[in-house]
């Protein structure tokens, strides 16, 4: 197959997590780009979370927000936000339960409880820190993710009264989940830049390493999962490479004959 793409999830793929982004995986997106091949970022993170990343591998088409949020070139080109009646059945449940949420806008992101430890937890490896979210906060803006800080047992009582939205772990282990409008995902913010890039889906490549990642594999030509990944997204891939912290994306690029 001639790809002609290939897309790029940022967290436990590109960038082991905790850390930075290595050399070898500089070099191979800039390898790509030498060879005139488009390469994009595909991420369940908000456009302020990724600014580094942006500037240090030089992409400029993006998808944030897990698909909500599509940019083609440094100009936006879709983006979905999530209705006002759903975040305010989230919002009067996380109160009920009392379960912080935070709300991610397209320019900033703010928490209803600063001091939980769910929420201290999940921030704790990251340069940026939240702010306190003043009550009109999700009313005021378009909302286009939430993250629910609870435990895994307590999530289900949100996916069955709010349908409308979608609950998925950072990981196993995690105390918080990436909540976004059900019928949105990764896949569908990557539709959306390959119709405007003029590429079929079966002309991509896509890695990844999270659930979060399972549409967007199973959409391309060729997905490739890391060696870190979830054993239920690499059942969904096409090719399993090393892990992100053994630069699995240059190594996947190799076999795959892209670089």
Known sequence: MN??????????TILPHGKTLSHATKDAIQRLKEKQMKVVIATGRAPYFTESIIQDTGVDSMVFFNGAFAFHEGKEIYKNSIEKHVLEKVHQLSNDFQHPLTFLGDTSFRVTHLDHPF?????????????????????????????????????????????????RRWSSGARTCDVNLSNSNKSVGITK?????????????????????????????????????????????????????EDGVRYGLERLGLI
């Open 119 to 167: 929420v201290l937890e999940a921030y704790q490896h990251d340069p940026w820190k939240p702010e306190l979210a003043p009550p009109q906060f999700w009313k005021d803006q378009d909302i286009y993710q939430i993250f629910l800080h609870c435990d895994l047992e307590e999530e289900s009582s949100y996916q069955t009264k709010v349908p409308e939205l979608d609950f």
């Open 193 to 245: 830049l390959l119709e405007k890039l003029g590429i079929a889906p079966d002309e991509a490549v896509a890695f990844g390493d999270g659930l979060n990642d399972m549409e967007m594999l199973s959409l391309v030509g060729m997905g490739v999962a890391m060696g870190n990944a979830r054993d239920e997204l690499k059942a969904v891939a096409n090719m399993v490479t090393l892990s992100a912290e």
């Open 3 to 12: 790809y002609k793409v290939v897309i790029l999830d940022i967290d436990g």
